[in-house]
């Protein structure tokens, strides 16, 4: 798949011809209008699913959105061949965005990072989507195949120094030990919150005085899902 770092551009002339403004293009392929800005300033490949959206409402060649092959209109008679090339989507665009994010330098490892917000596991990798993949230094990352990173959600930990947004990396090979921080699934919901083991009691302990403590019991479905190991945050 040549030219598929160009894909933003693609986009952009798509919705040009189409006469739509990014926020009414966003709202028909199902992204926010920033995520739409950054595809097409950035020309970073968006995920299978936006680019089937983009396939299903235009009427775009699928080879040519994935390629830049051949010329944007798509083509009389070839339906068959192309809903072929649009099955195969999310199959070549992930095995891109791995190969680009295999790390040439010994300096740096990629790490996964999640679409979905936690609340201050990952997800389960079959059905949670990667975002992008952020190469990160290797003095960060101890266990690579272990470590995923997902953005917070919320105020509860803002005491220990994790806001909304900010990038979690978490290290699922860590043992958990009284007083990390954790990602811990409740009954399939996730949340990040200072895990606290005294006798045989569990508790998970929110860093803000609005939140009260969660006290594990025995009828909780209750699992650690890794340690946060660092926080990774935007200043400007």
């Not at 990014?22 to 968006?46: C, H, M, W």
């Not at 209109?73 to 965005?97: A, C, T």
């Not at 949340?191 to 969660?214: A, F």
Request: glycine content about 6%; some cysteine; hydrophobic content about 35%.
């Amino acid at each position: 798949m040549k030219n598929v770092e160009n894909v933003g551009e693609r986009i952009r002339a798509i919705r040009l011809k189409e006469g739509l403004t990014q926020t009414e293009f966003a709202r028909k392929i199902g992204v926010s209008g920033n995520r739409l800005s950054e595809y097409e300033t950035k020309g970073d490949p968006p995920k299978a699913n936006i680019l089937a959206s983009i396939y299903r409402n235009f009427d775009v060649d699928a080879l040519w959105l994935l390629t830049g092959e051949g010329s944007m209109e798509k083509k009389k008679g070839s339906l068959g061949y192309f809903s072929e090339q649009l099955n195969s989507v999310e199959k070549k665009i992930d095995s891109l965005i791995k190969r680009n994010h295999t790390s040439t330098d010994e300096k740096t490892t990629p790490i996964p990072l999640y679409q979905y917000a936690i609340a201050a596991g990952p997800p389960s990798d079959s059905t949670c989507p990667v975002e992008e993949y952020l190469d990160l230094p290797r003095h960060m990352i101890t266990h690579p195949s272990q470590t995923y990173a997902v953005k917070a959600r919320g105020d509860s930990m803002i005491l220990a120094g994790i806001e909304e947004e900010d990038i979690l990396i978490v290290d699922r090979a860590v043992e958990p030990l009284h007083k990390n921080i954790v990602i811990a699934s409740i009954n399939g919901e996730q949340t990040v919150k200072k895990l606290y083991i005294k006798d045989e009691q569990v508790s998970l302990m929110p860093s803000n005085h609005h939140y009260e403590p969660i006290e594990i019991t025995k009828d909780m479905d209750f699992r650690v899902q890794g340690v946060v190991t660092w926080v990774i945050r935007q200043t400007a």
